[in-house]
């Protein structure tokens, strides 16, 4: 169980068109998705957290103009580059959390995806 | 604030040996603490988690991992480590009242044959 799903896993596009990322929970629904950013050898960088119906809350230094997300259902989230850049250039890992009735949010597990790599030419 | 070190960049074990990777962390609340591995181009995959209770925990693919209030450390461990253990480990934290989970820089994981 708690499978979450990514597409495409590879992506190349050239600078200045948009990519769109879906994120998907497969066998449980996802109140809260989460979109990290991984440069080589580095730590996940939390980009957003998206709640499902709501508007998505972006960490500092993020555009949200150039990085939108929607997460429209329970087991859906995309996340869409607008205007690439090679500097967009990036593993972009989503993670899904169920939010399950009377337990603490902090203490639930995130579930990962397998993660889409975006070269930008 | 709260935050995460994982103090080794890398750590070389060789197969059958034991293997630790270690974790401190600094929070001002209940910690709750997560050990995720990533393999090469992959997504994080979850092994185990504390919550309350039990120290000692115990996870997928026969890691464990250890609680220490004191020390404020949450190491995980294996009694025998395997060729295909090799990849990269993340430890992670939350705690009630912040917002988001906070992830270590990850260490390498070597088992060497």
């Known amino acids: 169980g708690a499978v979450v799903s990514q597409h495409p896993s590879w992506v190349i596009c050239k600078s200045g068109t948009s990519v769109k990322i879906e994120c998907r929970s497969l066998d449980f629904q996802a109140t809260t998705m989460f979109w990290y950013r991984q440069f080589p050898k580095q730590s996940l960088m939390l980009m957003a957290t998206?709640?499902?119906?709501?508007?998505?809350?972006?960490e500092q230094g993020v555009e949200k103009d150039k990085f939108l997300i929607n997460h429209a259902s329970l087991t859906l989230s995309t996340l869409t580059v607008t205007s690439a850049h090679p500097e967009d250039s990036s593993f972009y890992i989503c993670s899904a959390r169920a939010g399950l009735a009377g337990v603490n949010p902090y203490q639930e597990t995130q579930y990962f995806g397998p993660g889409t790599r975006l070269l930008v030419l | 604030a709260q935050s995460v070190a994982q103090p080794e960049d890398q750590v070389n074990v060789a197969e059958g040996n034991p293997l630790t990777v270690k974790c401190t962390y600094s929070?001002?609340?209940?910690?709750?603490l997560f050990w995720y591995v990533q393999y090469p181009n992959r997504g994080l995959q979850f092994l185990l988690k504390y919550i309350t209770g039990d120290n000692l925990v115990k996870g997928s693919y026969g890691f464990e991992a250890e609680f220490n209030k004191s020390q404020t450390s949450f190491h995980l461990k294996k009694p025998s480590a395997l060729v295909s253990d090799s990849a990269l480990y993340f430890c992670a934290l939350n705690s009630g009242g912040y917002q988001k989970v906070t992830f270590g820089t990850g260490t390498k994981l070597q088992v060497i044959p």
């Open positions: 929070v001002s609340g209940n910690p709750y």
């Open positions: 998206s709640n499902e119906g709501s508007k998505a809350t972006y």
